[in-house]
T-cell receptor, first 115, second 110 residues
Framework: NAGVTQTPKFQVLKTGQSMTLQCAQDMNHEYMSWYRQDPGMGLRLIHY???????DQGEVPNGYNVSRSTTEDFPLRLLSAAPSQTSVYFC??????????????FGNGTRLTVT | RKEVEQDPGPFNVPEGATVAFNCTYS??????FFWYRQDCRKEPKLLMSVYSSGNEDGRFTAQLNRASQYISLLIRDSKLSDSATYLC???????????FGAGTRLFVKA
């Protein structure tokens, strides 16, 4: 019962490098999202997707790209890392249903440091 | 103005105390409301949904006031294990875009 799997758990990048944070879920959830969490700021929504082939911007999308080619995977790409992107990143998913009250399932997080 | 605002705390309370957290949201069309709990350096986990009629789960009671756009969480008989950050969460009308408050930190001491 894997749930939501994020890799890597930790990453250190130099300014200007690019990388992809991976997120996969095995629950057949239609909705997937990426958040970043900074001290005192809570979780801020970066991008989200309501199904394969559909993505949309959240509160803080600048500097990040996403794609959703399959239901299972929702990678987050940093094109040119900046120190301001040092944060903890969480991927989350939920199922689509007629009720609004289905909870988000979170991955364990990726701790990213950009020097 | 942030979409979801919470008192950051921290709240320091003794075991057995009753503590209340408040949250306000700006989008009057928001449909769904939740409280999540987050332990240090861990992912958030759903604590409970919040319904207009108010709902209770053991020592935890959640209330929603749509007119005032206000959500509350009451914890009775606090335990040491309740020490965590409590996140207020609001979903938009489509039920997908989910916005978190910055969280309220609770420390329960013996």
């Amino acid at each position: 019962n894997a749930g939501v799997t994020q890799t890597p758990k930790f990453q250190v990048l130099k300014t200007g490098q690019s990388m992809t944070l991976q997120c996969a879920q095995d629950m057949n959830h239609e909705y997937m999202s990426w958040y970043r969490q900074d001290p005192g700021m809570g979780l801020r929504l970066i991008h989200y997707s309501v199904g394969a082939g559909i993505t949309d911007q959240g509160e803080v999308p600048n500097g990040y790209n996403v794609s959703r080619s399959t239901t299972e995977d929702f990678p987050l790409r940093l094109l040119s890392a900046a120190p301001s992107q040092t944060s903890v990143y969480f991927c989350a998913s939920k199922r689509r249903e007629s009720s609004y009250n289905s909870p988000l399932h979170f991955g364990n997080g990726t701790r990213l440091t950009v020097t | 103005r942030k979409e979801v605002e919470q008192d950051p705390g921290p709240f320091n309370v003794p075991e057995g105390a009753t503590v209340a957290f408040n949250c306000t949201y700006s989008n009057s069309a928001s449909q769904s409301f939740f409280w999540y709990r987050q332990d240090c350096r861990k992912e958030p986990k759903l604590l409970m949904s919040v319904y207009s009629s108010g709902n209770e789960d053991g020592r935890f009671t959640a209330q929603l006031n749509r007119a005032s756009q206000y959500i509350s969480l009451l914890i009775r008989d606090s335990k040491l294990s309740d020490s965590a950050t409590y996140l207020c969460v609001v979903k938009d009308t489509g039920g997908f875009k989910t916005i978190f408050g910055a969280g309220t930190r609770l420390f329960v001491k013996a």
